[in-house]
């Protein structure tokens, strides 16, 4: 509808922040440089499609009217999924399970530290925080079987009303 690449991109990424007021630069994990983002949002603003607000010294904007857009698109049932986060914590976990091969000592001091970085990525995630591994003594199995908790939940769709498969929209 509104063609492929920077445009489509962060029209979608709004569709999926509800009626938050987003910056340019919180949309640069799209891959796109700050001034193009910007470019982009405001020739959406332009044509209307998009409210624009100066907030401090940036502009903001989010979806000027959301619902013929939610309705065309079916967009209520859609999981909003911030990719390139989930990609990072997958990724976080392989690195993970590879320490189960090295010594119990660096097992632990490797464990503390992908534990942080674990904890950022489920919370940008809206997934549960890694448990805690001092003083364990299988620091590493403990954030294994959270990591296979977490990759089941990456998979799971949380659908508020259940439809049968003919019904789901297509994504």
Same mark, same amino acid.
């Given at each position: 509808?509104?063609?492929?690449? &920077?445009? &489509?991109?962060?029209?979608?990424? $709004? ?9 340019? !630069?919180e949309?640069?994990?799209? %891959?796109?440089?700050?001034? @193009?983002? &910007?470019?982009?949002? %405001?020739?959406l603003a #332009? =044509?209307? $499609?998009l409210?624009?607000? %100066? #907030?401090?010294? !940036? ?5 000027? @009217?959301?619902? *013929?857009?939610?309705?065309l698109?079916?967009t ?16 976080? $976990? ?9 010594p ?6 490797? %464990?503390?530290? @992908? ?6 990525? =489920?919370s940008s995630?809206d997934? /549960? /925080? *890694? *448990? ?7 620091? $590493?199995? &403990?954030?294994?079987?959270?990591? #296979? =908790?977490?990759? !089941? @939940? ?5 659908r508020s009303?259940?439809?049968? /498969?003919?019904?789901? /929209? !297509?994504?």
């Open positions: 509808m509104v063609g492929v690449g &920077a445009r &489509a991109d962060v029209l979608t990424t $709004l569709l999926g922040r509800t009626d938050r007021w987003t910056r340019a !630069s949309l640069e994990h799209l %891959g796109y440089s700050k001034r @193009n983002v &910007a470019r982009v949002l %405001g020739d #332009e =044509a209307s $499609l409210q624009q607000r %100066g #907030e401090r010294n !940036s502009l903001t904007f989010r979806i000027a @009217n959301r619902e *013929p857009w939610e309705h698109l079916r209520e049932d859609l999981v909003w999924m911030r990719w390139d986060r989930a990609f990072e914590l997958i990724f976080a $976990l392989l690195r993970l399970e590879a320490l189960a091969a090295k119990t000592a660096v097992q632990r001091v490797e %464990g503390t530290k @992908n534990r942080i970085a674990l904890n950022i990525l =489920a995630l997934l /549960p /925080p *890694p *448990p805690e591994i001092r003083d364990r003594e299988a620091p $590493l199995d &403990a954030l294994l079987r959270w990591s #296979e =908790a977490m990759l !089941s @939940n990456l998979t799971k769709v949380p009303d259940p439809k049968t /498969p003919s019904q789901q /929209p !297509s994504s």
